[in-house]
């Protein structure tokens, strides 16, 4: 499955033409297609506005059940704001988020349950140890105690923090509390995990680890949605990618269907543009 | 370049203002209060100065002198100090650091507490005008004295601040605070002494030290002229010293002055310099804590979980052993007054005193959360478990603690008749800041230092917000606490035991209802707006 959106997508809200800056346009429900039951997550018409910037703009995204899908875009795309709407963070101005099948803003203890969440730019709990930070996490699932133990401490080992269990977070390195903070997200055996930006800061090995985890989470069924700059990674890693683009869905699908006979980073370029030749910076070199 | 400081400042500011009309309101109410403030004062000290210049002239050095040690000790304490220009954010501007802080000093004016005591110490330079002439002098010694008030509080908070931030907060805060009180008694005594002297030299006739002939301004003019010879009251002190042709004098508190100016700045300097290649970094290195601590004790239900997790933040992070050490402290400061009153029965109040603290420190409690709090949202934890869990380690730890305090209060004073009273009125207060706070910290929060930054910092913009959400908890435990106050009240000044049984039974009652409506209301509350207050806490400077 794969559609276009973007610039002509359905009815430009507001009579914008296709391009131009995403301010001073009001957000307005729209009416759009029907969510999708069936698939993981599945958003429709959503809005958000940040004082005069629209941040998302009528966006749609399905996200079907069992792939490993790759949200892409440029820095202030709308991706961690898509995120954090999609998980119950923050609420949307208009548009409704259904996690297979169960409205999220009508009810959000049953949808979240099954969600498992990697925030952006959020920190942690930092006064507690590895353990007690995955344990303080299950423990608000409402999981007990002896199946939150035995289920920290094989993540901790998977993670490779067993040694650092009892050291306090705020002490971790930026790749050790991303770590951290997936074990969080993963105890309590969700059936789809969101995680923002998961491999940033994270050295290469720990990063291979964790994608390995993730592959095999994806593999027994699971759903994983990652959002990331890293063209390359998406194209490897990910089975299903959304470029998003001024708060829209710009390209969504299969890998293969979106990027063509094209590399993903080529047809990210096209689709989102801005690629600007580095004139006027001759001052800049050294000789 | 210092001018840019105050720019960035300025412009900080009016985008802070932009943000919140709340903030707008806040700093109208606040420049409303100082400028009335600072009216008053002025149109004083010109009343005074046509009055009686060289009086008016001492008060003016005195309260001068205290304007100093309140800008150098409150932010230790209370507040802390603005941090809009953070001196850690110039770092990789290769700025010298003789403008960074000729560029910060100017701009730690531009606050209200900043404005107000340079409006004042301008206007109450016009005492003078009977005598123009010295008018000059005034300033100078003013622009002197606000000089000291604003470098000092800079140089005293950065100087201390890698010590605050250690673990070790609690001992030296109450170190830093033991000093001054235990100065009080031998500081009444003494001022009662010098008092007594003027007044019998006064009356003696030996001297006329005022135009009026007054004893208080004898006083007055007393201890201006000693205030004049600390790095506190120097600068304030010139005109006078001028005015009597004391030349000797007028050189020598300059000098005072001018050379306290210098050393504080040069602790600035040097503390500063420290702090810029050794930023603060939370928590202590390598520190590891054995299992799972709190959370193996509280049941394992999302609600002991949360109670577990705070249980831990208390005695783990800084910045709640502000609110720790006070309680350890008020025994101690009531000790005194109680002593030189020779009423023993002043020590009953620690208890109240101690209940509204601990009941009024979670009050705020998603906003010492920071962003870490989108966990709770995460994890769709309910308003019930969110609240009661932040209120149980209170009341656990609480509850003992109050009664301890209050049998060990009668126990000192040997008032055992008033006892049930007394408990009552603090169990009372208790239930109710509790069930206050568990309101107001899902509805008002506010900004606070961050997670591992110094409990010194006041976070930019926050001072108004943070008082407009604290003076309207107050009000509300204020109003609420009147039944049971007030049969306290009853049972002590009529010594009935009857009355004091009631206001015991009241006081449980009515803590065990507050608790539960005010934490029934909080969870509603915050099961309404989880995410919104997430997006405010993430909005923070």
């Known amino acids: 499955m794969t559609f276009e959106t973007g610039p002509q997508t359905g009815e430009p809200a507001g009579g914008r033409a296709p391009g131009t800056p995403s301010d001073g346009v009001t957000p307005e429900p729209t009416t759009t297609r029907p969510p999708d039951p069936g698939a993981a997550l599945s958003l429709r018409g959503l809005w958000k506005r940040f004082g005069q910037k629209v941040a998302v703009r009528d966006l749609d995204l399905d996200v079907p059940v069992g792939s490993f899908y790759g949200l892409v875009g440029p820095n202030g795309a709308g991706k961690t704001t898509t995120l954090s709407m999609a998980t119950g963070l923050l609420r949307p101005d208009f548009g409704t988020v259904q996690v297979r099948g169960t409205d999220l803003w009508a009810h959000p203890e049953q949808a979240k349950a099954t969600l498992g969440i990697l925030p952006d730019g959020v920190r942690l709990f930092d006064r507690l140890t590895g353990l007690q930070l995955v344990t303080y996490a299950g423990l608000l699932r409402g999981m007990d105690r002896d199946t939150v133990a035995e289920r920290a401490k094989s993540l901790l080992a998977a993670m490779d923090l067993t040694a650092d269990a009892n050291t306090y977070v705020v002490d971790y390195s930026a790749g050790m509390t991303k770590k951290i903070a997936l074990a969080s997200a993963m105890i309590h055996a969700p059936r789809t995990l969101v995680l923002d930006e998961p491999f940033e800061a994270v050295d290469p090995v720990s990063a291979a680890n964790i994608r390995d985890i993730l592959a095999d989470y994806v593999t027994s069924g699971g759903t994983v949605i990652v959002s990331s700059h890293v063209m390359d990674l998406v194209q490897r890693m990910c089975d299903h990618v959304a470029i998003v683009g001024a708060g829209q869905v710009l390209a969504a699908g299969t890998v293969d269907e979106v990027r063509g006979d094209q590399t993903l980073e080529d047809r990210f370029v096209d689709l989102v543009g801005g690629r600007t030749r580095a004139e006027g910076l001759e001052w800049l070199h050294s000789s | ?541």
């Open chain 2, 1 to 541: 370049m210092v001018a840019q400081f105050l720019r960035l400042k300025l412009t900080l500011l009016a985008n802070t203002l932009r943000r919140s009309v709340w903030q707008v309101i806040g700093l109208a109410v606040a420049l409303l209060y100082a400028f009335g403030v600072v009216a008053f004062l002025v149109a004083t000290a010109i009343a005074g100065g046509g009055r009686d210049p060289v009086v008016t002239g001492h008060a003016i050095t005195i309260a001068g002198a205290l304007a100093v040690l309140a800008w150098w000790v409150v932010p230790v304490f209370a507040f802390g100090v603005d941090q809009t220009l953070d001196p850690q954010r110039f770092t990789t501007f290769a700025i010298p650091r003789r403008t960074l802080l000729a560029g910060l000093a100017v701009a730690g004016l531009v606050s209200v507490p900043g404005v107000a005591t340079a409006l004042t110490a301008a206007g109450v330079s016009f005492a003078w005008w009977r005598e123009p002439w010295l008018i000059p002098a005034a300033l100078l010694g003013s622009a002197l004295g606000v000089a000291a008030c604003i470098i000092g509080s800079r140089a005293i908070t950065t100087a201390l601040a890698p010590l605050l931030e250690s673990r070790r907060y609690r001992e030296v805060l109450a170190a830093f605070a033991i000093v001054p009180i235990v100065l009080i008694g031998p500081a009444i005594g003494w001022i009662s002494e010098e008092i007594g002297a003027v007044s019998s030299e006064t009356t003696g006739d030996s001297v006329t030290v005022t135009a009026d002939g007054s004893v208080l301004g004898a006083v007055v003019a007393r201890f201006g002229e000693l205030v004049a010879w600390t790095p506190l009251g120097a600068a304030w002190s010139l005109p006078v010293a001028v005015h009597d042709g004391a030349w000797g004098a007028v050189a020598a508190r300059l000098a005072i002055s001018l050379a306290t100016l210098a050393v504080l700045w040069l602790i600035w300097d040097r503390s500063l310099a420290k702090a810029l290649v050794t930023p603060a970094v939370g928590g202590g290195k390598g520190a590891r804590s054995k299992g799972l601590g709190w959370f193996a004790r509280f049941p394992d239900t999302p609600m002991g979980a949360v109670a577990a997790r705070c249980a831990t933040y208390w005695i783990r992070d800084p910045r709640y052993s502000a609110g720790i050490s006070i309680i350890f402290l008020m025994p101690v400061i009531l000790w005194l007054p109680a002593q030189s009153a020779e009423n023993l029965g002043i020590l009953l109040l620690a208890g109240p005193i101690v209940a509204w603290v601990l009941g009024f420190s979670v009050s705020n409690e998603i906003g010492y959360d920071y962003t870490a709090f989108a966990l709770h949202v995460a994890t769709g934890v309910d308003g019930r478990a969110d609240r009661w869990g932040r209120v149980l380690p209170v009341l656990y730890l609480g509850t003992p603690l109050v009664v301890i305090v209050v049998l060990v209060a009668a126990a000192l004073s040997g008032q055992w008749g008033v006892l049930p009273a007394v408990l009552g009125v603090c169990l009372g207060t208790l239930g109710l800041t509790l069930g206050v706070s568990s309101v107001s910290s899902a509805r008002l929060v506010y900004p606070v230092p961050k997670p591992g930054e110094s409990p010194l910092k006041s976070p930019q913009g926050a001072a108004m917000a943070t008082m407009v959400a604290q003076m309207l908890a107050m009000l509300v435990v204020a109003a609420l606490s009147v039944p049971v106050v007030g049969l306290g009240i009853w049972a002590l000044t009529s010594a009935n035991q009857l009355v004091g049984w009631i206001t015991l039974l009241v006081g449980i009652a009515e803590a065990v209802l507050f608790l539960v409506v005010g934490v029934r209301i909080g969870a509603r509350i915050y099961d309404r707006r989880g995410p919104e207050l997430l997006q405010q806490v993430q909005g923070f400077p």
